[in-house]
Nanobody, 126 residues
Framework: VQLQAFGGGLAQAGGFLRLSCAAPSRLFSRSQMGWFRQTAGKEREFVAAIHRNGGSTYYDDSVKGRFTVSRDNAKNTVYLQMNSLKPEDTAVYYC????????????????????WGQGTLVTVSS
């Protein structure tokens, strides 16, 4: 299964970027979708997720109020709008698909992800 992530790049602190991730339609329609990020030497960490119907969204505290996750079920694509970027947001960002519907962010770990996309690098300069 291929999840294709796009949109990484270089931004200045306070700026914005938008990540996109496309998935095969049969997978996308039945999956809760999420975003994780990873920096060198650290474990991949949860950033945001969205219910398969788009009705509920979930965020790590570090990005609440700055990042917005959304999905377009007609395009089989999930987005991560990242505003007010900070240098500490610098990481490789990965999209993820969950086959299980999760409602607690504590459960949205790397161990509950069923499919991963390739990473896209986001670099935020100060």
């Amino acid at each position: 299964v291929q999840l294709q992530a796009f949109g990484g790049g270089l931004a200045q602190a306070g700026g914005f970027l938008r990540l996109s991730c496309a998935a095969p339609s049969r997978l996308f329609s039945r999956s809760q979708m999420g975003w994780f990020r990873q920096t060198a030497g650290k474990e991949r960490e949860f950033v945001a997720a969205i219910h398969r119907n788009g009705g509920s969204t979930y965020y790590d505290d570090s990005v609440k109020g700055r990042f917005t996750v959304s999905r377009d079920n007609a395009k089989n694509t999930v987005y991560l709008q990242m505003n007010s970027l900070k240098p500490e947001d610098t990481a490789v960002y990965y999209c993820a698909a969950y086959q299980t519907i999760l409602t607690a962010t504590a459960a949205m770990t790397i161990n509950t992800v069923d499919y991963w996309g390739q990473g896209t690098l986001v670099t935020v300069s100060s």
